[in-house]
């Protein structure tokens, strides 16, 4: 078989210009191949100021129904317990005898279905959990079983703080300490580092990923932000009740504001 000279003569040519790193796309228009070796530009890295405005421009839009309906909810709430009269006084009295008898059984199961059985059961039925659904699922319960015990025992400490009274100033005391204090120093970075971990397919080797502090401060600020828009309207509500009411309220709050959260987030993303 015969060799093609002119063709030879191309590939040593472009051989030769490579090495001295010469251009080779006029030897690629006139017939041979070139591929280009150069690494597509990279996407500017945004700086935390635009992640963290992101996070909560796009946290606000998802929550703004909830919130204003949860905010809703808590009127009703007021209204039918100072408004309702004996229509709605049996109701109260006897969510509130239950808390009595049962006390931190009550709080633990109650939470643990209001907040973790129900919506998680909603997020199943909307194919909205993620897979392995019964990891998720048992996270989901596990998780607001504990918090039921935790928010029972911050209720309790409220009382020998500020008191068990219904007024003005004992109601803004513990909403201070609550929404200030409590939520943004000890409650919420737990709850951060634990759903990051679910997030991350429960990986405990993956801590130091899930834990980078950028990532976990954007979604400590919006997730701060968002809290204080459903939560100081609804902890306002839930100090106005009477102690053995609080729970049963907080409950009644955690469901209505995770049920509208998971619609919500459903109808967002079949819109994208």
């Not at 209720?155 to 007024?167: A, I, K, L, P, W």
Request: contains cysteine.
């Amino acid at each position: 078989m015969g060799v093609d000279e002119n063709g030879l003569k191309e590939v040593l040519a472009a051989h030769s210009m490579a090495a001295h790193g010469r251009d080779i796309e006029s030897i690629g228009r006139e017939g041979l191949p070139v591929a280009s070796c150069e690494d597509p530009p990279a996407a500017p890295e945004r700086s935390l100021s635009q992640q963290i405005r992101s996070a909560v421009g796009e946290s606000a839009r998802s929550s703004k129904l909830p919130a204003a309906l949860t905010l809703v909810c808590d009127v009703l709430l007021i209204a039918l317990y100072y408004g309702g009269g004996d229509s709605t006084a049996a109701m109260f009295e006897w969510a509130a005898e239950l808390k009595e008898e049962q006390g931190i059984l009550f709080s633990v199961v109650s939470t643990g279905i209001f907040g973790g059985v129900l919506p998680t059961l909603l997020m199943i039925t909307m194919d909205r959990l993620k897979r392995p659904r019964w990891a998720h699922a048992l996270f989901n319960v596990v998780f607001w079983l504990a918090l039921g015990a935790t928010v029972d025992w911050f209720y309790r400490f409220q009382v020998m703080v500020n008191g068990d009274h219904v007024d003005v100033v004992t109601v803004i005391k513990k909403v201070c300490l609550d929404q200030f204090v409590w939520n943004p120093v000890f409650n919420l970075p737990v709850i951060i580092f634990l759903h990051r971990w679910r997030d991350h397919d429960f990986r405990i080797s993956g801590c130091s990923e899930f834990m980078r502090p950028r990532g976990f401060l954007v979604q400590y600020v919006s997730s701060m932000l968002i809290c204080w828009c459903t939560w100081i309207p609804g902890t306002c509500t839930i100090y106005v009740f009477p102690t053995l009411l609080q729970m049963p309220i907080f409950n009644f709050i955690l469901l209505t504001y995770a049920t509208l959260i998971n619609m919500v987030s459903q109808h967002s993303s079949s819109d994208q």
